[in-house]
C-alpha cells in the first residue's frame, strides 16, 4: 500500500519568513495530493491540493509543487503569519477506479510561527 | 449546514466495555471514512465506505466493525475496548462520485477516547 513520509516533525520560524514542508510518497499510482491544517481541538481542513497533472499550484501565501519522477511534493507557505501555526499534514490517493481510494496521510508537521 | 458531525466528543471506557462512536454528514456524499490519530503517527485509516451498503478495511482495522447505516451515517465500534485504542477518532467524508476525480474530504470535530 501507499506509505507517506513527511518531514520536519516540527518547524520554527520568524512572522514573515518562509516555510516549506516536504513529503515523499511511495505508489506511483498516487494521483491525488491534499494538504490539510489541523488547529487545536479541530479536525483536519483541507487548505490546498494538487492532481498529478500540474507541477504546482497557488493560493495566495500558500503553494505546493509536485515532482512526479522523485515521488516527492513540498507545501510552502510565505510571509508566515501568527495564525499559521498548526499541525499540518500531506496526504496521497490513488485514482478513482483503483481500488483503495482513501487518503493515506504523513505524520505530521507542527509549525509554530514566532511573532 | 453542520458538515461531519461526530458523536460523543469525549469518552472514558473501561478495559472491555464497549461502545459505539455515531458520525453523520448533511453533504450528500458518497464515501466516509473513520482515522484514528496518534501523536507522531498522523492519521491511519481503521475502515471506509465507497457507498451505502459497502465498507472494506483500511490499515488499522483489528478490533474495530463499522456500519453503514444509511448515505448519512457512518459508526464505528469497539466490541471490547483495550487501552491500545486510547486515541482521537476522526470521520470524514467525500464525494468520491464513481467517474469523478477524488475530492476533498470533510472531517468532523473528532471523538477524544480513553480506555483505562
Avoid at chain 1, 491540493?49 to 497557488?58: L, P, Y
Avoid at chain 2, 471523538?111 to 483505562?116: G, K
Wanted: net charge neutral; aromatic share 10%.
Amino acid at each position: 500500500g501507499e506509505n507517506v513520509e513527511q518531514h520536519p516533525s516540527t518547524l520554527s520560524v520568524q512572522e514573515g519568513d518562509s516555510a516549506v514542508i516536504k513529503c515523499t510518497y511511495s505508489d506511483s499510482a498516487s494521483n491525488y495530493f491534499p494538504w490539510y491544517k489541523q488547529e487545536l481541538g479541530k479536525g483536519p481542513q483541507l487548505i490546498i491540493d494538487i492532481r498529478s497533472n500540474v507541477g504546482e499550484k497557488k493560493d495566495q501565501r500558500i503553494a505546493v509543487t509536485l515532482n512526479k519522477t522523485a515521488k516527492h511534493f513540498s507545501l510552502h507557505i510565505t510571509e508566515t503569519q501568527p495564525e499559521d501555526s498548526a499541525v499540518y499534514f500531506c496526504a496521497a490517493s490513488r485514482p478513482m477506479d483503483t481500488g483503495r481510494r482513501a487518503l493515506t496521510f504523513g505524520s505530521g508537521t507542527r509549525l509554530q510561527v514566532q511573532p | 449546514n453542520a458538515g461531519v458531525t461526530q458523536t460523543p466528543k469525549f469518552q472514558v471506557l473501561k478495559t472491555g466495555q464497549s461502545m459505539t462512536l455515531q458520525c453523520a454528514q448533511d453533504m450528500n456524499h458518497n464515501s466516509m471514512y473513520w482515522y484514528r490519530q496518534d501523536p507522531g503517527m498522523g492519521l491511519r485509516l481503521i475502515y471506509y465506505s465507497a457507498s451505502e451498503g459497502t465498507t472494506d478495511k483500511g490499515e488499522v482495522p483489528n478490533g474495530y466493525n463499522v456500519s453503514r447505516l444509511n448515505k448519512r451515517e457512518f459508526s464505528l465500534r469497539l466490541e471490547s475496548a483495550a487501552p491500545s485504542q486510547t486515541s482521537v477518532y476522526f470521520c470524514a467524508s467525500s464525494e468520491d462520485t464513481q467517474g469523478f476525480r477524488n475530492t476533498e474530504a470533510f472531517f468532523g470535530q473528532g471523538t477524544r477516547l480513553t480506555v483505562v
